[in-house]
């Protein structure tokens, strides 16, 4: 990759539903700049950024791809994001390389929770963003109403900076040459609105542009524009149709001329962790300072291996730089670097500032590491992208005994390159739980595993992460005596537990007076207490929000030895939590509702069924939102349940919410089917 001056760099992510046409777009992008030579199909799997054999097969993306070409003597980085509910972890984890989030909306679909949600989590992120509506020759008579209800929805801050022409056939340009007939609404007016909205940035400028009573050139408005993105005082509107080519130019020319390079995007959210405490971090786009870059994505290619995709920040990275990773003491040499398109990796020489990069075989490296070749870095962190917790789940376990090594570091593998994905070990149920978004997202990760890794997996239901707490305080105590001939074993210890606020976790605290323990054995009774934790008081569940305070205790001599106290710990907490009105707690999980709008009575009927509380409905158009808090103990079977209520045209995500008591009935069977283990 030769040098790039950093304003002729953009870095935007094609984001938005599944079936929005982004892959679609991006390889009309592709053909128009001359990537290649015919834009590919994505239901003929020929698609340059769809190219895991599963991504063929399904006829959507399952991972983030990077695509590149240059426009005007600007590189852009275009990375096409999957669209589906289930694999937005692949899409939110690669955002922060970035500085443009641009939202693609399906002209016939409108606006759906998966842009809500997008527009709200770049908003959040301080990124710039912009919207695509795609598809508009098949959609030409609902466009002014979208318009209304994307304003309506994100605000009066999303002007179009285009519209459509012809019938959709063609688009018409409203802020460089604002001249000519669109479909709908006043080029010239929908010119002046946009003025008026950059303007307003800029104090300066709104005088000059009061005073001169005439339009002002885009060359003057350029800073204000930029500064209006930034602050999310402008969403910039754009109509394509990946189809027939319309407005594909047009969108180009928006990207190069519009669109913040990486000198002009908020700067990403770099803090340092040390000693001082966090502070801010500002990275410096300099070619020539320290480097800093940013893994956004892992990969394990069966030929090149373990890869890192990153974006450089600060520096330039070079083959055989000497990069570490993280905090890690050790450097690495960086052998191989390539930038990406598609799924080529293209070998280059070096990656500056604002370009996206991959390096090759670097086991040391995971995803969000931050990369950089001075100790002076090691506590420079970027603030973590916020994907989803991963609530659904699947019992996990090799057919064959002798490949459960070979599961492990697969799951492993898995794990690494989807951040939307998480292996849970659990010590109550002796089970390997593997969690995803959804369940299409495990199906699909089952399926791999099988292509890829050539293994046979069985896989059930998971049992409910249930967990125990108390209610109120109470004191415990417990004596350890024992005798064997030799050198005996004794322990004593009194403590005291009160329960914490929902989710405050664990509290030790040492109260001992007069060394009636000594602190060389605190340790092991506070290890004896975690263990009473980790196996459960009353249904085998780990224990949660408890105060533990342990204030008296004796010792012997030549007795008092650790094993002593860990018992004697674990056994006073037991006899404390068993008379301070121990209860079960069971996950509770916000759920995302979009659906049509005529299935509203038997969503919320079925919620109700499900021990479920609405929380909030909203009406757009023809579609409802509705979102609830609800058990995921009732979740077994909702993948079929929305299928059925909405005709297969209803949507919905699912994020874990908090622990609350489950219900009496719950409690009483749980309890009763608990079978403790003896020491």
């Given at each position: 990759?030769?040098?790039?001056?950093l304003?002729h760099?953009r870095?935007?992510?094609?984001t938005?539903p599944?079936g929005?046409g982004?892959?679609?777009l991006?390889e009309a992008?592709?053909?128009a700049t001359?990537v290649v030579s015919?834009a590919?199909s994505?239901?003929k799997?020929?698609t340059?950024?769809?190219m895991d054999?599963r991504e063929?097969?399904?006829h959507?993306?399952?991972t983030?791809?990077?695509?590149?070409?240059e426009?005007d003597g600007?590189?852009i980085?275009?990375?096409d994001?999957p669209g589906?509910?289930d694999?937005?972890?692949?899409?939110?984890?690669?955002?922060?390389?970035v500085?443009?989030v641009?939202?693609?909306?399906?002209?016939?679909?409108?606006i759906d929770?998966a842009?809500?949600?997008?527009?709200?989590?770049?908003q959040?992120r301080?990124?710039c963003r912009?919207?695509i509506?795609n598809?508009?020759?098949?959609?030409a008579?609902?466009l002014?109403?979208?318009?209304e209800?994307i304003r309506?929805?994100f605000?009066p801050?999303c002007l179009?900076?285009n519209l459509?022409?012809g019938g959709?056939?063609r688009?018409?340009?409203?802020?460089?040459?604002p001249s000519?007939?669109s479909?709908?609404?006043?080029v010239a007016e929908t010119?002046?609105?946009?003025v008026?909205?950059?303007?307003e940035?800029d104090?300066?400028l709104?005088a000059l542009?009061?005073?001169?009573?005439?339009a002002l050139?885009?060359a003057?408005?350029?800073d204000?524009?930029?500064a209006?993105l930034r602050?999310?005082?402008l969403v910039p509107?754009?109509f394509?149709?990946?189809a027939?080519?319309a407005g594909v130019?047009?969108l180009?020319?928006?990207f190069v001329?519009?669109?913040?390079?990486?000198?002009?995007g908020?700067p990403?959210p770099f803090?340092?962790?040390?000693?001082e405490?966090?502070?801010?971090?500002?990275?410096?786009p300099d070619?020539?300072?320290?480097v800093?870059?940013?893994?956004?994505?892992i990969e394990?290619?069966?030929f090149l291996g373990?890869?890192?995709v990153?974006?450089?920040?600060?520096?330039?990275?070079?083959?055989?730089t000497r990069l570490?990773a993280?905090?890690?003491r050790?450097?690495?040499?960086v052998?191989?670097?390539?930038r990406?398109?598609?799924g080529?990796?293209?070998p280059?020489d070096?990656c500056g500032?604002?370009?996206?990069?991959a390096?090759?075989?670097?086991?040391?490296v995971?995803?969000?590491?931050?990369?950089?070749?001075?100790?002076d870095?090691?506590?420079?962190?970027?603030?973590?992208p916020?994907?989803?917790t991963?609530v659904f789940?699947?019992?996990?376990?090799a057919?064959?005994?002798?490949d459960?090594q070979?599961l492990?570091?697969?799951?492993a593998k898995?794990?690494?390159e989807?951040?939307?994905?998480r292996?849970e070990?659990?010590a109550t149920?002796?089970?390997?739980?593997?969690r995803?978004?959804?369940e299409?997202?495990l199906r699909?990760?089952?399926?791999?595993?099988r292509e890829r890794?050539?293994?046979e997996?069985?896989?059930?239901?998971p049992?409910v992460?249930?967990r125990?707490t108390?209610?109120a305080?109470?004191?415990?105590?417990?004596?350890?005596?024992?005798?064997?001939?030799?050198?005996?074993?004794?322990?004593?210890?009194f403590?005291?537990?009160?329960p914490?606020?929902r989710g405050a976790?664990?509290?030790f605290?040492?109260?001992?007076?007069?060394?009636?323990i000594?602190?060389?054995?605190?340790?092991?009774?506070?290890?004896?207490?975690?263990?009473?934790?980790?196996?459960?008081?009353?249904?085998?569940y780990?224990l949660?929000d408890?105060?533990v305070?342990?204030y008296?205790g004796?010792t012997h001599?030549?007795?008092?030895?650790?094993i002593a106290?860990?018992i004697?710990?674990?056994?006073?907490?037991?006899?404390?939590v068993r008379k301070?009105?121990?209860?079960?707690?069971?996950?509770?999980?916000t759920?995302?509702?979009d659906?049509p709008g005529?299935?509203m009575?038997?969503?919320?009927?079925?919620l109700?069924?499900?021990r479920?509380?609405?929380?909030?409905?909203?009406?757009?158009?023809?579609?409802?939102?509705?979102?609830a808090?609800v058990?995921l103990?009732?979740?077994a079977?909702?993948?079929?349940?929305?299928?059925a209520?909405?005709?297969?045209?209803g949507s919905?995500?699912?994020?874990f919410s908090h622990?609350e008591?489950a219900?009496e009935h719950?409690?009483?069977?749980?309890v009763?089917?608990?079978r403790?283990?003896?020491?």
């Amino acid at each position: 990759m030769s040098e790039r001056r950093l304003d002729h760099i953009r870095n935007i992510a094609l984001t938005g539903p599944a079936g929005a046409g982004k892959t679609t777009l991006g390889e009309a992008l592709l053909a128009a700049t001359g990537v290649v030579s015919d834009a590919g199909s994505v239901e003929k799997g020929s698609t340059v950024s769809d190219m895991d054999p599963r991504e063929k097969l399904l006829h959507h993306s399952i991972t983030a791809s990077v695509l590149g070409f240059e426009r005007d003597g600007t590189w852009i980085n275009l990375i096409d994001t999957p669209g589906y509910a289930d694999f937005r972890g692949a899409a939110l984890s690669i955002l922060p390389a970035v500085e443009v989030v641009a939202v693609v909306i399906n002209a016939r679909g409108g606006i759906d929770a998966a842009s809500r949600d997008m527009m709200q989590w770049a908003q959040s992120r301080g990124l710039c963003r912009m919207m695509i509506v795609n598809q508009i020759d098949a959609a030409a008579p609902a466009l002014p109403a979208l318009l209304e209800d994307i304003r309506a929805t994100f605000g009066p801050q999303c002007l179009p900076v285009n519209l459509p022409a012809g019938g959709a056939q063609r688009v018409v340009d409203c802020f460089f040459e604002p001249s000519g007939e669109s479909d709908f609404s006043s080029v010239a007016e929908t010119h002046e609105m946009l003025v008026d909205q950059v303007v307003e940035m800029d104090d300066a400028l709104m005088a000059l542009y009061l005073e001169q009573g005439e339009a002002l050139a885009p060359a003057q408005l350029h800073d204000a524009f930029e500064a209006a993105l930034r602050d999310g005082h402008l969403v910039p509107v754009c109509f394509t149709s990946a189809a027939t080519g319309a407005g594909v130019g047009t969108l180009l020319d928006v990207f190069v001329r519009l669109m913040p390079n990486p000198l002009e995007g908020n700067p990403p959210p770099f803090i340092r962790q040390d000693a001082e405490g966090v502070r801010e971090y500002h990275a410096r786009p300099d070619p020539d300072a320290h480097v800093l870059a940013h893994v956004v994505k892992i990969e394990h290619d069966p030929f090149l291996g373990k890869v890192a995709v990153f974006r450089v920040h600060q520096g330039t990275v070079s083959r055989d730089t000497r990069l570490f990773a993280g905090d890690a003491r050790k450097a690495f040499r960086v052998g191989n670097l390539f930038r990406l398109q598609g799924g080529r990796h293209l070998p280059v020489d070096r990656c500056g500032p604002g370009e996206i990069g991959a390096l090759t075989k670097v086991d040391e490296v995971t995803f969000d590491t931050v990369l950089h070749d001075s100790h002076d870095e090691d506590h420079i962190h970027l603030r973590p992208p916020e994907i989803p917790t991963p609530v659904f789940g699947l019992a996990v376990r090799a057919v064959r005994h002798a490949d459960e090594q070979k599961l492990s570091e697969a799951l492993a593998k898995m794990v690494e390159e989807d951040p939307g994905l998480r292996v849970e070990h659990d010590a109550t149920t002796q089970e390997t739980v593997l969690r995803g978004q959804g369940e299409l997202h495990l199906r699909v990760a089952l399926d791999r595993m099988r292509e890829r890794f050539g293994l046979e997996v069985e896989a059930s239901p998971p049992l409910v992460a249930y967990r125990e707490t108390i209610t109120a305080p109470a004191e415990g105590h417990f004596r350890h005596k024992k005798q064997t001939g030799g050198a005996g074993q004794f322990g004593e210890v009194f403590l005291r537990v009160e329960p914490l606020a929902r989710g405050a976790g664990f509290e030790f605290v040492d109260a001992i007076k007069g060394a009636a323990i000594p602190g060389s054995l605190l340790p092991a009774v506070e290890k004896g207490i975690r263990q009473a934790m980790a196996a459960g008081a009353i249904a085998g569940y780990p224990l949660q929000d408890v105060r533990v305070t342990v204030y008296d205790g004796k010792t012997h001599p030549v007795d008092s030895k650790e094993i002593a106290f860990v018992i004697a710990g674990r056994k006073a907490f037991l006899d404390a939590v068993r008379k301070a009105g121990p209860q079960v707690l069971e996950p509770m999980v916000t759920l995302m509702v979009d659906a049509p709008g005529t299935a509203m009575g038997d969503i919320t009927a079925d919620l109700s069924a499900s021990r479920g509380r609405v929380q909030d409905t909203r009406t757009l158009g023809d579609r409802i939102s509705v979102q609830a808090v609800v058990p995921l103990a009732e979740f077994a079977d909702y993948p079929g349940r929305i299928n059925a209520m909405t005709g297969g045209a209803g949507s919905y995500t699912l994020q874990f919410s908090h622990y609350e008591p489950a219900p009496e009935h719950i409690q009483r069977r749980l309890v009763q089917d608990y079978r403790p283990k003896e020491d």
